[in-house]
């Protein structure tokens, strides 16, 4: 690992190797780096995965095998822009697969608990149209569904 820019660490109980190859599945420019084991009298059996070094879709993270204190919520999440609806449909269904739980607007929950953001560039476009009222129409759209159908919005935003 380099030591410039930002690395996300992702703290888990003990599932960081196992999610870290789920993430490196999920993304294009991915891959696993190099992985650490707890040693003789640390808090975790020795031998076990303390920390994965992984890239996922070109940004680093380090999974930690940490313990139970602390788990993922919503004050955190990872946004994936998608390009199409069959970008979005792919993201959400991976994501919710498995034991991840659907949410509002677009977010939803990882079988890990971590929450992402599955969102279509279009929709940005659209919440930052300069009309107010078709910004305002595409915003209540999105609040109105989980996973967000792009031809729905696109309706809402037209005024349909």
């Not at 696993?32 to 084991?37: D, K, P, R, V, Y």
């Not at 031998?47 to 994965?52: F, N, Q, Y």
């Not at 971590?114 to 940005?124: E, F, G, H, N, Y």
């Amino acid at each position: 690992m380099t030591t410039d820019g930002f690395t996300t660490c992702l703290w888990f109980d003990d599932q960081a190797e196992e999610a870290a190859h789920y993430y490196v599945s999920l993304f294009k420019n991915s891959g696993i780096g190099s992985t650490t084991h707890y040693g003789e009298g640390a808090p975790r059996p020795a031998g076990s995965v303390l920390t994965v070094e992984f890239t996922a879709n070109g940004q680093r993270f380090v999974a930690l095998n940490g313990g139970p204190e602390f788990t993922f919520n919503e004050a955190v999440s990872f946004q994936i822009l998608c390009p199409d609806q069959k970008e979005v449909d792919f993201y959400w269904s991976r994501l919710t697969e498995d034991g991840g739980t659907p949410g509002p607007c677009g977010w939803l929950k990882d079988k890990y608990g971590l929450s992402w953001q599955v969102v279509p560039t279009r929709l940005m476009e659209m919440i930052g149209d300069p009309d107010p009222q078709k910004a305002s129409r595409a915003t209540g759209a999105m609040m109105s569904m989980g996973k967000l159908d792009i031809a729905e919005l696109e309706r809402a935003y037209a005024g349909e």
